[in-house]
């Protein structure tokens, strides 16, 4: 799939500007949130198409988002500011990829990494959520392939990675359920990704504002690598955009915190990494130890409490699933991976900051309030300073 791609290379600069002219005649409408781009946020590299995980041909996305109740804590009954995400690596199919795990700061979990780490392969979706939904996502993706999908499945270990939205949402009432996981798996799509508040992202604070889903993507060549983040971690005051000291200077009523306050939070962040690139899982490994990297840009620093987990897949080589025998694969050498390596930190860079521009203030549990990002006074910082892109 990854060299059918050099065809149509030429093409991507002209989708890429005919998309880049619609996103921002709807931002300009009012039609659908800006993303960071529209904003004015400078970034490097090359977005695909969509500048989405999507953009890996087969990957399909899809949330469930579970919001209701108002007011005081009442463990088992909310407020709920939950839910969860669903990354399907080659469209709803049994159809395990090459894939590679790194955790920057290993406070968190993703169940089914220690398979990823030893065989080398993802079988199945990558699935987010809240902490204390994991158990119920895990074993509801098994329950998937036997009724919805008519898959038998000899062995699966699911992989399902969390971060804590405590701040906001009542974890502790456990409000995903089978009939939500089984939601956003059958909800996954390619094309647009929505972002912010939204899936396993509904109660996240990334940065001391409100976080939740954002994406990206870039090209190498003739291939793409996409990024999809749950931004739930960071402190205000190191928040940098563009080299900008966002965190620090903006004013107003966004400042404001209720405890416990989500600057001071640990808090954690999940990355999943595609690519159309035929890349052995060491090679995929080495692309998710970029990630870190994308995330130091905006000022993280893996905190002492931080789950910073991490896993990147590739859609080539469907030999990925062979159980015996020896199978031809396609690879890339390992002289060739800088252009994807910088990929990796670029896209993630720009997936963290679409993930904060695309929030919406949301108040939760005892009215904790997480406060969005201001645009305004982003686009005002970054004209500030130099940065406004036109």
């Avoid at 939950?82 to 979990?109: D, L, M, Y």
Wanted: net charge neutral.
């Amino acid at each position: 799939m990854a060299r059918d791609l050099r065809s149509i290379g030429a093409s991507w600069g002209r989708a890429l500007c005919a998309i880049c002219a619609l996103c921002t005649a709807a931002a300009l409408g009012g039609q659908t949130p800006p993303r960071a781009r529209a904003l004015g946020v400078p970034f490097t590299g090359t977005p695909g198409p969509l500048n989405a995980i999507t953009d890996v041909p087969g990957v399909e996305v899809g949330h469930t988002t579970i919001v209701r109740g108002d007011g005081a804590l009442v463990v088992g009954q909310g407020p709920v500011r939950t839910g969860v995400t669903a990354i399907w690596p080659r469209g709803k199919r049994w159809s395990p990829v090459f894939a590679g795990w790194f955790a920057g700061n290993g406070f968190g979990e993703m169940t089914g990494a220690p398979w990823v780490v030893e065989g080398g392969v993802l079988g199945g979706p990558v699935m987010i959520t809240g902490t204390y939904s994991v158990g119920v996502v895990r074993d509801a993706v098994n329950s998937y392939f036997h009724e919805v999908l008519r898959t038998p499945i000899p062995w699966h270990q699911p992989v399902v990675g969390e971060t804590s939205d405590a701040f906001l949402n009542d974890g502790q009432g456990q409000h995903v359920t089978k009939a939500h996981t089984f939601e956003a798996l059958t909800a996954a799509r390619g094309g647009p990704v929505t972002e912010g508040n939204v899936g396993g992202g509904t109660g996240m604070v990334a940065h001391g504002f409100k976080g939740g889903i954002g994406t990206a993507s870039r090209v190498v060549g003739p291939d793409i690598v996409g990024v999809l983040v749950q931004a739930n971690y960071g402190t205000r005051e190191r928040l940098t955009i563009a080299g900008v000291p966002v965190g620090r200077e903006i004013t107003g009523a966004e400042r404001r915190r209720t405890p416990p306050a989500p600057a001071d939070r640990d808090g954690s962040i999940i990355v999943v990494v595609a690519t159309t690139a035929p890349l052995l899982p060491h090679q995929l490994e080495r692309l998710a130890r970029r990630v870190p990297m994308g995330i130091a840009r905006l000022g993280g620093t893996a905190s002492n409490g931080s789950g910073d987990i991490f896993i990147a897949f590739s859609t080539a080589n469907p030999g990925a699933a062979a159980e015996t025998g020896a199978t031809p694969l396609t690879w890339l050498p390992n002289g060739d991976l800088t252009p994807y390596f910088d990929a990796t930190v670029e896209a993630t860079e720009e997936a963290i900051v679409n993930a904060l521009v695309a929030a919406t203030t949301m108040t939760g549990i005892d009215d904790h309030t997480a406060y969005a990002l201001p645009h305004d006074q982003l686009r005002a910082l970054l004209a500030k300073y130099g940065r406004l892109a036109p």
